[in-house]
Structure formats: structure tokens, C-alpha cells
């Protein structure tokens, strides 16, 4: 990794030093199996870092992005449910620099669909992303569109909390719902 002998090169004054050799660290952790029951708490340590840091962090996405998803498939079900809301953050904080994971969150995002108590977290994350990227979250409504309309068909759940979370999701979608209008309307009418 350049950027890591970089670093080390430099020696402690340089400005990425410290934060290089904590995530190095809390990724360690994150990789080894045996050490599964901190991953919460090694994700909400690269968290801190990561606020704290603002877009300084950017370059440290790399590092941490793999581990973060790989952990995402294979934890228990209330981990993933957390991940996936620090998922949001780090959009949040990172914004349209998250570009490149995209295909990979995306890939997660249509896996735990289904799981209804991750949708709020799910939908969550999706409207950072299309805040994040603005124009550039267009391609995406086409594979999302469905899964939501189909939310707003069979929510049973008390208040429809996921049937509102669409509709908050498609609100902050905002102009880029405008090729897809055709097919929410119809599903926006039937709810009145």
C-alpha cells in the first residue's frame, strides 16, 4: 500500500499518521473471525475517525470499505441492522467519494431487501446515497423503483412505518423520480 509506506515514511508528523495506523489496526480486528464479537465496536471506532476527519478520510475508504461489507454478510442479523445505518453515515460524511462501492452496496442493499427489519436502515442508507450523488443515482432507480412500489402494496405493519419511509425515500429522490412518475403514481393513488 503506498499510501501506508508513505506514511511510515514520514514518521509521525505526517497529517495522516495516527488515523493510518488506528484503521490499520480496527481493520485487523474486523478481518479476523475470531474476533467477531467487536466488530461493532471496531466500526464505531473507524466512525469516530472518520467524522472526525470529515473528507480528509476519503482516502481511507479503500481500506476499509471491503471489510465493512464482508463483515455485513456475515454477522447476525442486529449487526447488520447497525452496519447498515453506519453504512448511511459514512455516505453521509463522504458523499459522492463513495462512487466506487456503489455496485457492492447496491449488491447488499437488493440481498437484504426482503428483510424487513433492516428496511429502515436499507432505506435510509439509499436516500444518503441519492443525496450523495444527486444526478448520478438515476441509474439506480430502475432496480430500486420495484422493490419499493412493492413495499407500498403489501405493508401491514402498524402506522405502515416502511410505506412511509417510501415515501420520504421518493420525496428526497426529488427530479431524479421523473423518468420513473409512470410507475409510482398509480401505486401513490391507490394509497389515497
Not at 52 to 73: A, E, H, S
Not at 159 to 165: I, K, L, N, P, V
Not at 169 to 192: C, G, K, M, Q, R
Request: proline share 5%; with cysteine; aromatic share 8%.
Amino acid at each position: 500500500n503506498s499510501s501506508k509506506s508513505h506514511s511510515s515514511a514520514l514518521g509521525p508528523s505526517a497529517p495522516d499518521y495516527y488515523p493510518r495506523i488506528a484503521i490499520d489496526g480496527l481493520m485487523k480486528i474486523l478481518r479476523d473471525p475470531s474476533l467477531s464479537q467487536y466488530s461493532n465496536l471496531v466500526v464505531q471506532a473507524v466512525m469516530q475517525i472518520f467524522k472526525n476527519m470529515g473528507l480528509k478520510c476519503v482516502p481511507f475508504l479503500k481500506d476499509i470499505m471491503t471489510p465493512i461489507l464482508n463483515v455485513m454478510v456475515s454477522c447476525e442479523s442486529g449487526l447488520r441492522d447497525f452496519l447498515f445505518q453506519q453504512l448511511g453515515e459514512l455516505v453521509r460524511i463522504v458523499k459522492q467519494h463513495i462512487r466506487p462501492y456503489m455496485s457492492a452496496i447496491f449488491e447488499l442493499v437488493l440481498q437484504y431487501w426482503r428483510d424487513s427489519d433492516l428496511r429502515v436502515q436499507i432505506l435510509g442508507l439509499i436516500e444518503e446515497i441519492a443525496v450523495a450523488l444527486g444526478d448520478e443515482f438515476k441509474p439506480y432507480l430502475g432496480t430500486l423503483i420495484p422493490h419499493m412500489l412493492s413495499v407500498l402494496r403489501s405493508d401491514r405493519s402498524e402506522g405502515r412505518a416502511s410505506s412511509r419511509q417510501v415515501l420520504h425515500a421518493f420525496e428526497v429522490f426529488a427530479a431524479n423520480l421523473d423518468e420513473h412518475l409512470h410507475l409510482v403514481i398509480p401505486d401513490l393513488v391507490s394509497l389515497f
